[in-house]
C-alpha cells in the first residue's frame, strides 16, 4: 500500500497554463507539505498544513496555491506556470507524537514538473 | 536562521570502501532534530535515520552509522564497505519541530551524490 501518493508523475505543460498537483496519503497523519526541489537538486519546504489549516507559507508566489479538502489531501494547484516552476515537488505527511515532537516526514514519489 | 552545509557535492568511490558524509548544521534552538534522507537515482526520498538534540549516542544500523558531535554541531553519516545500490544523493536535513500552529520544518542540506563504482 502506497503511504504518500501524488498524481501525476510526470506533468509536462506550457507557459501560462494553470495546472495542479495532487496528494494523498493513508497515514492518518495530520500534517501535510509540499517541497519544492529544483534542477540543481535542492530542496525547500513551501506550505505545510495541519487538518487542513495552512500553517508555513515559505514566500512562495501567490500563483502557488495549496488547498486541502481534508487531512489526507494536500493539493497544489499552480497558475500562469513560468518556465522556472519547473521542478519536481515532493508532498509529505508527518504525525506529532505525544508530548509534541513529530516523527519524520514520508515522501510522495515526486511530480516532475517541465513548463516548456 | 537555521542552516544545513553539506560540504561535498559529490564523492566517487569503489565498492567496499568505506564512505564519510559530512554534515554541519546552525540552529539557536535547543530542541531539534537531525535526519538523513537518501534519493536513490529513481527519484523518491527515503528515510534513513532521525536523532533529537539530547541524544548524543551514535548509532549503527547495519553497513550504516551516525556520528552526532553536538560540540561541533556536527552529523555525519558513514557507510562501511560500499555497495553500488549505495549510490544515490544523500541529504542531512534539520528540523524546528515546534512550529505554533502544529507543523515542523524541515531544511535540506544541498546533498551529496554518491557515486560507488564496482
Known amino acids: 500500500d502506497t503511504a504518500v501518493s501524488q498524481t501525476p508523475k510526470y506533468l509536462v505543460t506550457q507557459m501560462g497554463n494553470d495546472k495542479s498537483i495532487k496528494c494523498e496519503q493513508n497515514?492518518?497523519?495530520?500534517?501535510m507539505y509540499w517541497y519544492k526541489q529544483d534542477s540543481k537538486k535542492f530542496l525547500k519546504i513551501m506550505f505545510s498544513?495541519?487538518?487542513?489549516?495552512?500553517?508555513i507559507n515559505e514566500t512562495v508566489p501567490n500563483r502557488f496555491s495549496p488547498k486541502s479538502p481534508d487531512k489526507a489531501h494536500l493539493n497544489l494547484h499552480i497558475n500562469s506556470l513560468e518556465l522556472g516552476d519547473s521542478a519536481v515537488y515532493f508532498c509529505?505527511?508527518?504525525?506529532?507524537?505525544?508530548?509534541?515532537?513529530?516523527?519524520?516526514?514520508?515522501f510522495g514519489p515526486g511530480t516532475r514538473l517541465t513548463v516548456l | 536562521a537555521q542552516k544545513v552545509t553539506q560540504a561535498q557535492t559529490e564523492i566517487s568511490v569503489v565498492e567496499k570502501e568505506d564512505v564519510t558524509l559530512d554534515c554541519v548544521y546552525e540552529?539557536?534552538?535547543?530542541?531539534?532534530?537531525l535526519f538523513w534522507y537518501k534519493q536513490p537515482p529513481s527519484g523518491e526520498l527515503v528515510f534513513l535515520i532521525r536523532?533529537?538534540?539530547?541524544?548524543?549516542q551514535n548509532e549503527i544500523s547495519g553497513r550504516y552509522s551516525w556520528n552526532f558531535q553536538k560540540s561541533t554541531s556536527s552529523f555525519n553519516f558513514t557507510i562501511t564497505a560500499s555497495q553500488v545500490v549505495d549510490s544515490a544523493v544523500y541529504f542531512c536535513?534539520?528540523?524546528?519541530?515546534?512550529?505554533?500552529?502544529?507543523?515542523?520544518?524541515?531544511?535540506f542540506g544541498k546533498g551529496m551524490k554518491l557515486t560507488v563504482n564496482p
Open positions: 509529505a505527511s508527518s504525525q506529532a507524537l505525544a508530548g509534541g515532537p513529530y516523527n519524520e516526514q514520508f
Open positions: 497515514l492518518g497523519h495530520d500534517t
Open positions: 498544513y495541519n487538518n487542513k489549516e495552512l500553517i
Open positions: 540552529t539557536r534552538d535547543t530542541t531539534y532534530y
Open positions: 536523532r533529537n538534540s539530547f541524544d548524543e
Open positions: 536535513a534539520l528540523s524546528d519541530p515546534y512550529i505554533q500552529g502544529g507543523s515542523e520544518k524541515l531544511v
